[in-house]
């Protein structure tokens, strides 16, 4: 059976299907939201965001609820994102760090040597970067009655630790390797204090009205299953451990962690992000029970022709079941994306019947 199309669903009977899905509790259909779903692939976006570094930007509390709720608006996603970055916490003590435009987090002085966890202070959300917590309240007060929640996230340790480490984007993560490997004490202290900032600010996202929240460790795929459960696994538990009794989902992701998938499901989340890398049925294999997954259309398939995608977008529905399922991407939206896909394919997801899907036995 299929129904009609259309971001109502979204809404329907005041329930969110998306804490529902991640509670893995029964939906009337399986909720979607994209990965950078606010940012450069929206017209509106370009128009709104103005030039400068995102981390001005997300100063005004006006402008990053506006490009929060831009997506909501222009999808019908079941779930709205705060419009920020993982960097925002270590920038906001003062370690030194900005976001260059088509780059991304670029840190002038690499932490290098124990004299540099100075710079790793705690944070003090109210202090020192207030315009996140407004920004929340913002957003969710113009969610208020649609059903849409608003979910809050943080950069996990390893993630931030790479670009403060690296001092930019990497591909090898060499010097990140290289630390956590010549000196464990330091290493294991660095993941320390970014837990915590990642605690801290997560707790105050949340406070202010945030309804799930997201761990984003994008890049913890370069790491071997060893290094990850001994030098990563323990500082990624805490964060969820110190949010538990927030009593939010709280969803796992990364990006080429299929070999990781059964360890990042230890650390304690609701929810565990899969990427295009490994269908979602073997994912779940792999996850075990009493997690729900969320993912995993190819980011990049969004730009091929849109019966091609409608036949992935199926296949993924299929595979992941129709039951514990966020229909998402495997990343972020690439930029060059077309935004009416993105809405045919929320349109797609929303007409699907769960029940169905849960007897289709993953078949395509
Ligand atoms: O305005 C700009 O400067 C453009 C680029 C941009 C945007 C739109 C950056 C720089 N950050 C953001 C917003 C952002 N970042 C959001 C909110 C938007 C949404 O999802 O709708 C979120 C959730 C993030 C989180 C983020 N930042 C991650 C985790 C998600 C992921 O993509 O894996 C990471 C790794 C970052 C670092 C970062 N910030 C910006 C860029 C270009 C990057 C990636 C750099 C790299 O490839 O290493």
């Not at 981390?55 to 402008?63: I, T, Y």
């Not at 649609?146 to 480490?165: D, K, M, R």
Request: proline content about 7%.
């Amino acid at each position: 059976m299929t129904r009609s199309s259309g971001s109502v669903f979204a809404v329907q009977d005041g329930r969110s299907a998306f804490l529902d899905a991640c509670r893995g509790q029964d939906v009337d259909h399986v909720p979607v939201w994209f990965m950078r779903q606010a940012g450069r692939s929206l017209p509106e976006y370009r128009a709104a965001r103005g030039t400068g570094s995102i981390l001005d930007a997300l100063k005004s509390p006006e402008l990053a609820a506006e490009l929060t709720m831009q997506p909501v608006r222009r999808y019908g996603v079941d779930a709205a994102i705060l419009f920020s970055d993982i960097i925002v916490p270590v920038a906001a003590v003062g370690f030194g760090v900005d976001v260059e435009a088509g780059r991304g987090p670029v840190v002038a002085r690499p932490f290098r040597s124990a004299a540099d966890l100075q710079r790793l202070r705690p944070l003090d959300p109210s202090a020192d970067a207030p315009y996140v917590a407004e920004t929340v309240g913002l957003a969710v007060r113009e969610l208020q009655g649609t059903g849409v929640p608003l979910i809050g996230f943080a950069g996990a340790p390893f993630t931030v630790a790479s670009y403060l480490v690296e001092g930019g984007p990497s591909r090898s993560y060499a010097a990140t390797k290289t630390l956590m490997r010549s000196d464990p004490g330091l290493w294991r202290e660095l993941l320390d204090r970014l837990a915590d900032l990642a605690i801290t600010s997560l707790r105050s996202q949340v406070m202010a009205g945030a309804s799930a929240v997201q761990l984003f460790d994008s890049w913890a795929g370069a790491l071997s299953p060893g290094d990850y459960a001994e030098r990563v696994l323990p500082a990624t538990r805490r964060v969820f451990e110190g949010i538990s009794d927030l009593e939010v989902p709280r969803i796992h992701f990364g990006v080429g962690t299929g070999e990781l998938l059964g360890l990042m499901a230890a650390a304690g989340a609701e929810v565990v992000g899969v990427d295009w890398r490994v269908p979602l049925d073997e994912a779940r294999r792999r996850v075990g029970p009493g997690h729900a997954l969320q993912g995993n259309l190819d980011p990049a398939l969004c730009l091929a022709p849109w019966q091609v995608v409608a036949g992935e977008v199926m296949e993924v529905l299929a595979r992941g079941g129709g039951v514990g399922h966020v229909f998402n991407l495997g990343h972020g939206v690439l930029p060059q994306t077309d935004p009416e896909i993105l809405k045919r394919i929320v349109d797609l997801v929303h007409a699907a019947d769960p029940a169905e899907l849960c007897s289709s036995e993953a078949i395509v």
